[in-house]
């Protein structure tokens, strides 16, 4: 999922899905995999909080 989330923007750009225009480089998603990527983790430290785990919740709240 954390892979899934900030690559689909790629893949609908390099599709051109419903005619979105691809930007001159793949630099102009960069915003999009660092919201995702730090939406991802936080998800992750809150599932592994609820798992009852207590070390690696706070690593991924941390880097999130």
């Given at each position: 999922?954390?892979?899934?989330?900030?690559?689909?923007?790629?893949?609908?750009?390099?599709?051109?899905?419903?005619?979105?225009?691809?930007?001159?480089?793949?630099?102009?998603?960069?915003?999009?995999?660092?919201?995702?990527?730090?939406?991802?983790?936080?998800?992750?430290?809150?599932?592994?909080?609820v798992?009852?785990?207590?070390?690696?919740?706070?690593?991924?709240?941390?880097?999130?």
């Amino acid at each position: 999922m954390g892979f899934l989330m900030p690559f689909t923007s790629t893949v609908l750009v390099l599709c051109g899905f419903q005619g979105s225009a691809a930007p001159q480089s793949l630099i102009g998603l960069t915003g999009d995999y660092y919201f995702f990527g730090a939406f991802a983790l936080n998800v992750a430290g809150i599932a592994e909080f609820v798992l009852g785990n207590c070390m690696r919740p706070l690593l991924l709240q941390l880097l999130g």
